[in-house]
């Protein structure tokens, strides 16, 4: 186990060297935010992902993304808004959104069976 987490903390030192070079690398941007995923550092999944959205403007998994990270750092009205927002851009994975643990903590919020009707 300690192996793995050492070469997780590696990759990590090493993407965010490349990101210091070149901070529009955005499959780099992608491997890092797993990577804090993984290391369960929500606050720096949803810097990045903020900055993956930003590049991909109006791309639907992005704002999927987004609506995961605030829902798993406790931020209701923003994690609603976002998927909210996903949806709206075509993101229809209806059984994906119900199977994700990401979303467990929106998904006990009264709104959330609206949320689902909105998936065409």
Same mark, same amino acid.
């Given at each position: 186990? $300690? %192996?793995?987490?050492? &070469?997780?903390?590696? &990759? *990590?030192?090493?993407?965010? $060297?490349?990101?210091? &070079?070149?901070?529009? +690398? #955005?499959?780099?941007?992608? %491997?890092?935010?797993?990577?804090?995923?993984?290391?369960?550092?929500?606050?720096? #999944?949803?810097?990045?992902?903020?900055?993956? /959205?930003?590049?991909?403007?109006?791309?639907?998994?992005?704002?999927?993304?987004?609506?995961?990270?605030?829902?798993?750092? /406790?931020?209701?009205?923003?994690?609603?808004?976002?998927?909210?927002?996903?949806?709206?851009?075509? +993101?229809?994975?209806?059984?994906?959104?119900?199977?994700? *643990?990401?979303?467990? +903590?929106?998904?006990?919020? *009264?709104? +959330? $069976?609206?949320?689902?009707?909105?998936?065409?």
């Amino acid at each position: 186990m $300690k %192996q793995i987490n050492k &070469r997780i903390l590696e &990759r *990590k030192d090493f993407y965010k $060297k490349l990101i210091k &070079r070149k901070p529009d +690398f #955005v499959e780099v941007l992608f %491997q890092l935010s797993h990577i804090y995923i993984s290391l369960k550092d929500y606050k720096n #999944v949803l810097k990045i992902d903020k900055k993956i /959205g930003e590049m991909l403007n109006l791309d639907p998994v992005s704002y999927y993304n987004l609506a995961c990270d605030y829902s798993l750092l /406790g931020d209701i009205e923003k994690a609603e808004k976002n998927l909210k927002i996903a949806i709206s851009l075509g +993101f229809n994975k209806k059984s994906y959104i119900k199977k994700d *643990k990401d979303l467990d +903590f929106l998904k006990k919020n *009264k709104n +959330f $069976k609206d949320i689902e009707k909105l998936i065409k």
